[in-house]
């Protein structure tokens, strides 16, 4: 069963975020999918500040950078994304693997991109536009 959330602000989505995150137990990665200003960056801010890891002014789209980390304890948060990530090669070079060798977090915009294979427990969120400012988040 699909769960589904509408929100009508960005305020909103980092609140559900908040309440997400306390979902989350290192390890495991959370896979965004969603077109362009669906927020998934802005969801983002929301998770990783439930998690206590960073506030949400700090958070910040790694769209140039790829990766950004925050936190440590009790785990570290990666959060990536692979917009710009142009080939398998290169998504290799983020160091997935390296991530997810200690209990961390991994939050990763534009999973579809490059499918991921790990034995680590996922969660996937698709983000949509529901015109204005409104989204809709699923937890698939
Ligand atoms: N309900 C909403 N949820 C998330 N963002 C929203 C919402 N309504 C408007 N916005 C705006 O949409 C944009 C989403 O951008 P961002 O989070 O960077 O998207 P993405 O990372 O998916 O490209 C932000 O400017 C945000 O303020
Ligand atoms: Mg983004």
Do not use: N
């Amino acid at each position: 069963m699909t769960e589904e959330i509408i929100t009508h602000s960005a305020e909103e989505t980092m609140r559900w975020g908040r309440e997400f995150a306390q979902r989350l137990k290192a390890p495991v990665l959370v896979l965004l999918s969603g077109d362009l200003g669906t927020g998934k960056t802005t969801l983002t801010k929301g998770i990783v500040s439930g998690l206590g890891a960073a506030t949400e002014d700090e958070v910040t789209s790694p769209t140039f950078t790829l990766v950004h980390v925050y936190g440590g304890k009790p785990a570290k948060v990666y959060h990536a994304d692979l917009y710009r990530i142009e080939s398998f090669h290169d998504f290799e070079t983020l160091g997935m693997e390296d991530m997810l060798a200690m209990p961390a977090v991994a939050i990763l915009e534009w999973s579809e991109r490059f499918p991921l294979e790990s034995p680590c427990p996922q969660f996937r969120l698709r983000l949509e536009h529901l015109g204005g400012d409104s989204r809709r988040i699923s937890v698939l």
